[in-house]
């Protein structure tokens, strides 16, 4: 082993141990395995389930037990009672009676070193040195050693007091060279202070409850310990990234950038190439100070994340882009090649979310090709191999976008209440529970707005907007604020002025939107905006035309991938086969079904102006082919939906959503608190 002066500087320091409470009951029950009794006298399972427990317990990837969670884990098998009557007595609490003093107590512990040879043939017993119980009672037998007179008989008094359930004996130590008395013999390891991580669990808990006074208190000493024998600990450019990373979380995207920069600078003069690196990254990462400046695409370079390069898919996703999605599917092959790189060539870490996360950002951008079978397949692969209930973006992101697919699919209360599962909010950041409860917030909206409940949301639902990205223009006509997209700006210009009867006006920002919609491969955009030319065509009399381009893409629509669009696209394909047909018997009857086809469609979304519409013309068209049974079905449904369109449109606030969004604010409450 190399001595102080010839160690590497590259190592990691020394680490300390430090005795606790349930330390003692681990050593005692290793001793009543392996020097108290036979081991045969115990049943083979019971054997196993011990170890199991000792080894939890010595791994201490949890917290600890206490000694009556102890007691029931060992309790917990189903042969525990099969001549173990004895084991379980020995750890009864009286018997820590036997350490009345200093002297009973360090009897004990120098009888665990009986345990490292067998006293029958003086040899290495089983527990060698190399093993994972022989390591932990060699770790706890040194460090009793070290231990002072005051030590022992601190330890003494805390495992009394952890026997029946008082807490004690887990404060963190300081390694004060003056006043700390209760180790006798000090090695090296024992003259400082070491780096913990207590610190930085504070930090990411500041995180997660957007606590930013406590985070950056945080971080700041965790950062400030001794981490090596230098002068200069050399991470602060860590903790600048660390807050940065917090800013950005929070979208507080001024206080990141000033951050980053001075990160930048640092790692820089300390020649840190990770660190540089990463800061680099995460300022890419930044949107724009000037508004028609692109966005930086990243250079495949060693260091470089392969989280980075499929950020990059978000950048080149973007509508101003003016980029073809793909550009975006080649990004993500990218960034899946070089994970394969980061992982197998480069021995970092496997993370398994960041394996599922090229299948996440796959699943937006197949959506947004307008192939939604393809997407649901993505997403029921993120969320059949992720934990339930994690705070992974992956699983929150595929979350959200199924539930506002689900929604867009007429199923409003299905998508909330797949939301409103704890699985999906226990484990949200607060960040992540803003984008939880905005995604609520959307679907009220867009309920409200296709059932035509202005009201409800002016005054129940617009005053409790959660304070997220919303374009007004999304979900209703005659907003001045435009969604700044060279696609989606002009089929609402489209829409709006088709209200009036003045489409005709907007039929070459109309041809761009479709230019620019098939350029990028956004085909669902592309569909939509095919319906409505032929429906534009039908005022200018192109009536074989315009049943011409919407009999092309029905094929793509009638498959109910979009329910809106397929009723939207069944109605004027009707209307196109009436105007084609001159109106003729036969073209009557060959509207029908599609008529039928959106009449359900339109109900099932609820959206009763266009329902109402429909089953208008359905009924004359009924009337003309003197079917007046049907006619007079349909006119009552009409009336029908009519009286629910204004009965709808007065009410202010429904008991469901109320309380919906109540249980959203005890949720945020409760994520604060934590």
């Known amino acids: 082993m190399a001595t102080y002066e010839s160690r590497n500087m590259d190592e990691p320091p020394p680490t300390t141990h430090t005795l606790r409470p349930h330390h003692v009951s681990l050593l005692m029950i290793i001793m009543i395995l392996y020097r108290q009794y036979e081991r045969p006298k115990f049943h083979p399972e019971f054997l196993l389930h011990v170890v199991r427990v000792l080894m939890v317990e010595i791994?201490?990837?949890?917290?600890?037990?206490?000694?009556?969670?102890?007691?029931?884990?060992?309790?917990?098998?189903?042969?525990?009672?099969?001549?173990?009557?004895?084991?379980?007595?020995?750890?009864?609490?009286?018997?820590?009676?036997?350490?009345?003093?200093?002297?009973?107590?360090?009897?004990?512990?120098?009888?665990?070193?009986?345990?490292?040879?067998?006293t029958k043939t003086?040899?290495?017993?089983?527990?060698?040195?190399?093993?994972?119980?022989?390591?932990?009672?060699?770790?706890?037998?040194?460090?009793?050693?070290?231990?002072?007179?005051?030590?022992?008989?601190?330890?003494?008094?805390?495992?009394?007091?952890?026997?029946?359930?008082?807490?004690?004996?887990?404060?963190?130590?300081?390694?004060?060279?003056?006043?700390?008395?209760?180790?006798?013999?000090?090695?090296?390891?024992?003259?400082?202070?070491?780096?913990?991580?207590?610190?930085?669990?504070?930090?990411?808990?500041?995180?997660?409850?957007?606590?930013?006074?406590?985070a950056s208190e945080a971080i700041r000493r965790f950062f400030e310990q001794h981490f090596h024998e230098g002068s200069d600990s050399g991470t602060r450019q860590h903790a600048l990234l660390n807050l940065a990373r917090m800013h950005y979380l929070r979208h507080e995207y001024a206080a990141s950038r000033q951050y980053l920069t001075e990160a930048i600078e640092i790692a820089r003069i300390a020649n840190d190439h990770w660190g540089l690196q990463h800061s680099l990254s995460l300022m890419?990462?930044?949107?724009?100070?000037?508004?028609?400046?692109?966005?930086?695409?990243?250079?495949?370079?060693?260091?470089?994340?392969?989280?980075?390069?499929?950020?990059?898919?978000?950048?080149l996703i973007r509508v101003s882009s003016n980029q073809p999605l793909s550009a975006s599917f080649e990004k993500i092959i990218q960034a899946t090649g070089l994970y394969d790189l980061w992982i197998g060539m480069q021995n970092h870490v496997f993370e398994e979310s960041e394996l599922l996360a090229p299948h996440a950002v796959q699943s937006i951008v197949w959506r947004a090709a307008g192939c939604e079978r393809l997407a649901a397949i993505e997403e029921d692969y993120v969320t059949a191999f992720s934990d339930i209930g994690s705070d992974d973006n992956n699983v929150i992101t595929v979350t959200l976008n199924r539930a506002y697919r689900r929604a867009r699919q007429g199923e409003y209360e299905d998508a909330i209440s797949m939301l409103l599962e704890p699985d999906v909010w226990c484990g949200l950041a607060i960040h992540d529970y803003a984008r939880w409860a905005s995604q609520i917030w959307h679907i009220l909206v867009l309920r409200a707005s296709r059932?035509?409940?202005?009201?409800?949301?002016?005054?129940?639902?617009?005053?409790?907007?959660?304070?997220?990205?919303?374009?007004?223009?999304?979900?209703?006509?005659?907003?001045?604020?435009?969604?700044?997209?060279?696609?989606?700006?002009?089929?609402?210009?489209?829409?709006?002025?088709?209200?009036?009867?003045?489409?005709?006006?907007?039929?070459?920002?109309?041809?761009?939107?479709?230019?620019?919609?098939?350029?990028?491969?956004?085909?669902?955009?592309?569909?939509?905006?095919?319906?409505?030319?032929?429906?534009?065509?039908?005022?200018?009399?192109?009536?074989?035309?315009?049943?011409?381009?919407?009999?092309?893409?029905?094929?793509?629509?009638?498959?109910?991938?979009?329910?809106?669009?397929?009723?939207?696209?069944?109605?004027?394909?009707?209307r196109c086969i009436l105007a084609a047909g001159e109106q003729s018997?036969?073209?009557?009857?060959?509207?029908?079904?599609?008529?039928?086809?959106?009449?359900?469609?339109?109900?099932t979304l609820q959206m009763?102006?266009?329902?109402?519409?429909?089953?208008?013309?359905?009924?004359?068209?009924?009337?003309?082919?003197?079917?007046?049974?049907?006619?007079?079905?349909?006119?009552?449904?009409?009336?029908?939906?009519?009286?629910?369109?204004?009965?709808?449109?007065?009410?202010?606030?429904?008991?469901?959503?109320?309380?919906?969004?109540?249980?959203?604010?005890?949720?945020?409450?409760?994520?604060?608190?934590?």
Not at 76 to 95: I, R
Not at 585 to 603: G, K
């Open 451 to 574: 059932r035509g409940q202005e009201r409800q949301y002016n005054d129940f639902l617009k005053p409790r907007f959660p304070g997220s990205t919303f374009s007004p223009r999304e979900y209703f006509y005659n907003v001045s604020t435009p969604m700044s997209s060279i696609i989606r700006d002009p089929l609402y210009e489209v829409l709006q002025m088709r209200r009036v009867d003045q489409a005709v006006t907007s039929v070459e920002p109309l041809l761009k939107a479709l230019w620019y919609s098939e350029f990028q491969c956004r085909y669902g955009s592309y569909r939509t905006g095919i319906i409505l030319l032929a429906d534009v065509g039908l005022e200018f009399g192109m009536t074989k035309r315009s049943q011409r381009i919407v009999e092309e893409i029905m094929p793509q629509v009638i498959n109910g991938d979009d329910l809106e669009q397929r009723a939207l696209a069944c109605f004027v394909f009707a």
């Open 122 to 214: 003086g040899e290495e017993s089983d527990l060698h040195r190399r093993s994972f119980l022989g390591y932990f009672c060699r770790r706890c037998f040194v460090t009793f050693v070290k231990l002072s007179f005051a030590g022992v008989a601190q330890l003494r008094d805390d495992y009394h007091a952890w026997l029946f359930g008082h807490p004690g004996g887990y404060e963190k130590q300081q390694n004060d060279l003056i006043t700390f008395d209760k180790i006798l013999l000090k090695t090296h390891a024992d003259d400082h202070q070491w780096a913990e991580p207590e610190a930085y669990a504070i930090f990411e808990r500041g995180v997660a409850i957007a606590d930013s006074n406590i």
């Open 585 to 603: 018997r036969d073209s009557m009857t060959s509207a029908l079904p599609y008529l039928s086809i959106a009449e359900r469609d339109y109900a």
């Open 59 to 118: 791994a201490e990837v949890s917290q600890p037990k206490s000694y009556e969670e102890l007691v029931t884990a060992l309790a917990a098998s189903p042969h525990s009672k099969d001549g173990s009557q004895g084991f379980f007595e020995s750890l009864n609490p009286v018997y820590a009676a036997n350490f009345a003093s200093v002297d009973h107590l360090t009897n004990f512990f120098h009888g665990i070193s009986y345990l490292f040879v067998d």
């Open 284 to 315: 890419h990462r930044l949107p724009p100070i000037q508004k028609d400046q692109k966005p930086i695409i990243n250079e495949i370079q060693a260091g470089l994340h392969p989280l980075e390069v499929l950020f990059d898919v978000e950048k």
């Open 608 to 674: 009763f102006r266009s329902l109402a519409d429909v089953q208008y013309l359905k009924a004359v068209l009924y009337h003309n082919l003197h079917k007046f049974g049907e006619r007079d079905e349909t006119a009552a449904r009409q009336l029908k939906t009519e009286e629910d369109m204004d009965a709808t449109s007065i009410i202010v606030m429904e008991e469901w959503i109320a309380q919906v969004w109540e249980l959203v604010c005890d949720v945020g409450a409760a994520l604060a608190a934590r």
